[in-house]
């Protein structure tokens, strides 16, 4: 009977579908003995996870909650396979990148702004605002208060399975979307991530859901965004060191570009960090992913792929083997 050890904060009912003959162990965070088994489904907490490790012994495979698994190979060596969560995020952080798009588009922080502060009049600010951030000079009549995410070019970044979830998101406001990956392909046309920079200036808005690897480390930095037109939006739903910070404080503070971002580096920024008081800049706390659904999800992914370990079949997201 393989041992599965999990995060005793999890929900025992979610754990309803593993496999028969498996044995579940509960891990508290405060864990402070040696325990054996054979499997460990980390805390989708990194800090929590990396503070449980070093009591565990004999585990053989790793079953992430997590798409990304960027901290687990240094911490658990080479010798235990690790597979992620591929799958199970698709929807909730395709919904954030919609969403964010859309606040920024709709300039709703400045309406929350301006609802907090009971002065309906600072609506003109948004008119002002899109002059300033577009370079739109014209005499617009009535004034601007919001933009349309309809007909937008979209520069998608990253075309996997939560990329191919936001085009399909995005799909009912006829967007043109540019397709970017590792490597290009045909049907749809995908292009290769070294025709970055040429397809940048074209964008209206350019979307990061790439996993960060030694090559995307710092993807998009200064000469990146100085190729993005006047008012450009980025959108980071990826990890934060795939922007290079400094780079993008600097074209924010310029006004050449917006962003929304639920990652950022460092993660989660110092309260002193200059980023938190750049102009034209949304930040949700790294919860792209998160809802109710989370867990469930989460865990019917690491269940199915138990199953296939515990049958001796090929594993479907194993981002490392045991060697």
Known sequence: MLRVGYPAKLDPSFLDVMPPGVELIALPDDLDHEIAVDVWIPDPLSNRAVRVWPYLRCVRLVLSMM?????????????????????AHNIATAEWTVTAILAVLKNLPLFLDIQQSRNWRRRKEADAAYERITGDRRPLHPPVMQEELTAKKVLLVGYGAIGKEIERMLAPFHVAITRIARTGRTDPVVHPVGELDALLPDAEIIILILPLTEQTH????SAQFERMRQGALLVNAARGPIVQTDALIEALNAGRIRAALDVTDPEPPPEDHPLWRC??????????ASTPEFARRSLQVAADELRRYMNGEPLHNAVQLAV
């Open 218 to 221: 710092g993807l998009i930095g």
């Open 279 to 288: 102009p034209n800049l949304l930040i949700t706390p790294h919860i792209g």
């Open 67 to 87: 798409a990304g698994t960027e901290w687990i190979p240094g911490t658990v060596g080479t010798h235990v396979t690790i597979c992620n969560a591929h799958g």
